[in-house]
């Protein structure tokens, strides 16, 4: 069947930041497809703290969205508040790691490795790990989360980036991501090629290391593609530009320290 035609000119924009590992998930697609910036363009969003040290994604200076808008408030742009987006030349706008990859990869031909295997049933495993870590993983051990929880929610104080929670869902979801890589994965997360599943697993892994997940012991067989990933040169040049190989801190610690001081105890539930 012949490929849908990219329906306008110019290059796409994936509105992405570095310290973000949705974004991370399209970037290390990008480099690994070998997608030219003539198709796809990088632009970077701002990034700063709100006064409780969680990070806050803004429309970047000098954009001609962002003069468009009158705004850096990245809802007025994507009303998910949220990085990732891809910006068509014709104004749409798509948000969502996944579905922003599989648009690029339905509209353009590509000169790379094919990321998707043919087969249906390995097709399906990939989907089915980048559900897992983008659906189930992700979302709640997202430090914003934690860090709000603490405050607002009265959940248990500790340093957010190896709260109980948040190790709690590394662990269970990275086990049963361990399971079903010991029926699919080669040299990668599926097979012996690059998936889909392999740009969603780095990025948590990087999360999960700066948790102190000490992945060789625990997960072996994600400690294996792990170790393949990071061997391969457009891998290491995305992780080199993140801040290396484990998720650098980028919330502020120390507003966070005085936003859970003034945390307020756990409501009853008759109050
Ligand atoms: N499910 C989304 C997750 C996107 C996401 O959580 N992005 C984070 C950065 S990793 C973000 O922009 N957070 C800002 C916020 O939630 O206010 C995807 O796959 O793109």
Redesign the pocket.
């Known amino acids: 069947m012949a490929k849908p035609r990219f329906p306008t000119d110019g290059p796409l924009r994936l509105y992405y930041h570095h310290t973000?590992?949705?974004?991370m998930r399209v970037t290390l697609y990008l480099r690994c497809r070998g997608v030219p910036s003539s198709h796809v363009t990088l632009v970077s969003t701002g990034f700063g703290t709100d006064e409780r040290g969680i990070p806050v994604?803004t429309m970047p200076q000098n954009d001609p969205e962002t003069e468009r808008l009158g705004t850096t408030d990245l809802k007025a742009f994507n009303p998910e508040?949220?990085?990732?987006v891809l910006l068509l030349p014709d104004g749409r706008k798509m948000?969502?790691?996944?579905p922003i990859i599989e648009l690029i990869e339905d509209w353009f031909d590509h000169d790379g490795p094919p990321m998707l295997p043919a087969d249906p049933w390995l097709r399906a495993q990939v989907r089915r790990i980048m559900w897992i870590i983008?659906a189930d993983t992700?979302p709640y051990q997202?430090i914003?989360f934690i860090i709000q929880a603490i405050g607002e929610w009265g959940m248990t104080k500790a340093p957010p980036t190896e709260h109980p929670l948040r190790l709690h869902f590394i662990r269970r979801e990275f086990g049963a991501i361990e399971h079903i890589m010991s029926q699919c994965a080669g040299k990668f997360s599926v097979g012996d090629s690059i998936t889909y599943a392999d740009c969603f697993i780095v990025p948590q892994i990087r999360n999960a290391l700066l948790a102190g997940i000490d992945l060789p012991s625990e997960f072996p067989t994600l400690n294996r593609v792990w170790e393949n990933m990071l061997a391969v040169p457009e891998v290491h040049a995305v992780l080199d530009q993140a801040g290396g190989v484990v998720q650098p801190l980028f919330f502020d610690e120390e507003k966070f320290a005085v936003y859970a001081d003034n945390a307020k105890p756990e409501k009853g539930l008759s109050s």
């Open positions: 973000s590992s949705a974004s994604y508040g949220r990085v990732p948000t969502q790691s996944g983008a992700q997202n914003p």
